[in-house]
Each structure stands twice: as C-alpha cells, then as structure tokens.
C-alpha cells in the first residue's frame, strides 16, 4: 500500500512537471486541448461518481434541495449562452449570478452536516452578512464569481485536495507533491517569459469563442494592475498568464485520471460509464461542426461539474483543517 501511495504520488509529480513544461510552450493550444478534449471526460465521470456517493451530502432532503440548486446553475448557463445578446437580459444575469453562485457555495457548507445545530444557523446568519458586504464590493463579487468555477477551483481546489491526500496517508512524497504543485504556479510569474504570437487563426478563433479572454483579462488587472486596453494576449504578460491557465487546467484534468485506483471513479454503472463516453465523443465531434455550439455544451457540463462538487470542496477542507490543527495541537 505505502509503495503504491509513493508511486502515485511520483506519476503526479511527473504530470505536473509535463504539464508545466508544455504550458511554457504552447500554452494556448494545451489549454485548448485539455478543454475541448480531457474536459467533458473529466466533467461526466466525476458527475457520475459524485452521484453514486449522494454528492457527498448528509442527508436526502439536502440532497434534492442542492440538485435543484446545481440544476438553477445549469439553466442560467444556457440562458446565458443563448440570450446573453439581449442587454435587458444581460442585466438580469448580471445581478442574479453572484446570488446563484455565491448562494450554492454557502448551501453546500451546511449540507454537509448530518444536523442542523445551533451553530449552523450561525453560519447562515455569518454567510449572509458576508454576502452583504460583497454586495458593497461589485468588483470583488465580479472576480469571485468568475474565478470560483474556473481558476480557484483548478488551483486552490485541486490543491486542497493533495494535501488533504498527503495529509491522510502521512505521506511525505504527497507533502513533495502538494509543495511542487504550488511551485509549478507560482513560477509562471516568476520565470522570464518571451512571447509568441498567436499566428495560426484556428487556435485564435478557439480561444475567443471559449470566452477565456475575460479570465486573462482580469488576472492581468489583479496580479498586476496594468490597464486592460493594452493587454494583449500574445505579449510575454499574456503569454505568462495563459500559461498559468493552461497548467491549472491540464494538471486538474490529469490528476483526476491518475487517480482511478484511488477513488475508483472508474467503478461507476456502466449506463454512466457508457453515456460518459458517449457524450464526450459527441463533444470533441460537435467542435468540429460547430465550435461555438460546442464551447456551450462544455461550458454546461463545466458548470454543473463545479456545483455538484461543491459539498466535496467543503468537506475537503474541513478535514484539512481538522488534520492541520491535529497536528499543531500534537493531536495527531
């Protein structure tokens, strides 16, 4: 067992170190790739296993209360991708997401509890004043809620996760692995970066109709300040950030595939399995047919993929947690 926790943890430390290494070079056609091809594999597979573990959710009423949720999230994606044109539209999507978005992360908090005890009311009372003074802050919410389905839960998600892992096993080729994640991160900003400019028109095409452009832009403005109307996405600034991207998403993706032994998501009905692949076939043909029909359908499955792990997410990190003050308190 302790050997085949160390291999695993080895593989995952290889496929950081690839992927970090062909984010520097292509980061634009890797992120595209692990997209449009790792991504809905990703996305139903993991839905299907969440659901054969009730979404790792107490109780059934929760159960039903958070699929109605999630199912909210989906209807609002697609209202979004096919009347987003209309700028009353656009008003009402804009002010309902952050209530949608932020609202589920804080049900799926309380979901994860057999009970409903004093100090969950609390929680809801707390959350709710949070929310209220986000509310004050619009950029703030702005970035929130387009960072929480996309990057923070590629990085800081995923990343709670190795840790979680390596702190369960007591594995130190785990910590290795949580630690070089952080670092493969943190070294698209560090390291020199030269740019290369986005001439194939296919792979631009791509990129725009995926509406990635706005994470960039907005990571450019947080990290560094500058104004967006001279970003540009070829510049060794762009270049860095994509990069960035291209990792968090490539590395979220392969560690979930690795991992089949683990959690054993691979065990699912067969139906599941089946339509699974059924779907992401279908996906990779639709972008042939047409790209911007199947950036939506990905988009779709991406959005619920992240709704429905939400209960996960917490309960991750309560553990993590848990574990941490174990430790600091000699507990463990």
């Known amino acids: 067992m302790e050997r085949s926790v160390k291999n695993i943890d080895a593989i995952n430390i290889a496929l950081m170190a690839f992927s970090f290494l062909v984010a520097r070079t292509f980061p634009f056609e890797l992120f595209l790739f692990s997209y449009i091809v790792l991504g809905p594999l990703h996305y139903m597979t993991e839905i299907a296993w969440l659901k054969e573990r009730d979404f790792f959710i107490s109780s059934k009423s929760w159960i039903r209360i958070f699929i109605i949720v999630s199912m909210l999230g989906v209807a609002y994606t697609l209202a979004v991708e096919f009347l987003g044109e209309n700028q009353n539209l656009q008003t009402v999507f804009a002010s309902a997401y952050p209530l949608l978005l932020l609202g589920a992360f804080t049900v799926a908090a309380l979901t994860i509890q ?71 991160n943190v070294a698209f900003f560090l390291l020199p970066t030269n740019p290369k400019p986005l001439v194939n028109p ?81 996906s990779i043909t639709i972008h042939l047919i047409d790209i911007r029909l199947g950036i939506t359908l990905i988009t779709v499955l991406s959005v619920l993929h992240v709704y429905t792990e939400f209960p996960l997410n917490h309960r991750s990190f309560v553990n993590v947690g848990s574990m941490l003050w174990a430790r600091v308190s000699g507990k463990a």
């Open 114 to 184: 057999d009970k409903l005890p004093l100090w969950s009311s609390l929680l809801i009372i707390g959350l709710a004043l949070v929310l209220i003074f986000l509310a004050r802050l619009e950029y703030l919410v702005f970035l929130l809620c387009l960072l929480i389905p996309t990057l923070i839960h590629t990085t800081i998600f995923t990343g709670n996760f190795i840790l979680e892992g390596a702190l369960k096993k007591k594995s130190n080729w785990g910590m290795i692995s949580f630690f070089f994640f952080i670092l493969c």
């Open 202 to 282: 296919f792979v631009q095409n791509l990129f725009l109709e995926s509406n990635f452009y706005n994470i960039n832009l907005n990571l450019n403005y947080l990290f560094y300040g500058t104004d967006g109307s001279t970003f540009v996405l070829d510049s060794a600034l762009g270049i860095r950030i994509q990069g960035f991207i291209a990792f968090a998403y490539t590395y979220h993706y392969l560690n979930w595939f690795s991992k089949t032994n683990v959690i054993k998501w691979h065990q699912i009905p067969k139906r599941w399995l089946f339509t699974s692949i059924f779907i992401w076939l279908a």
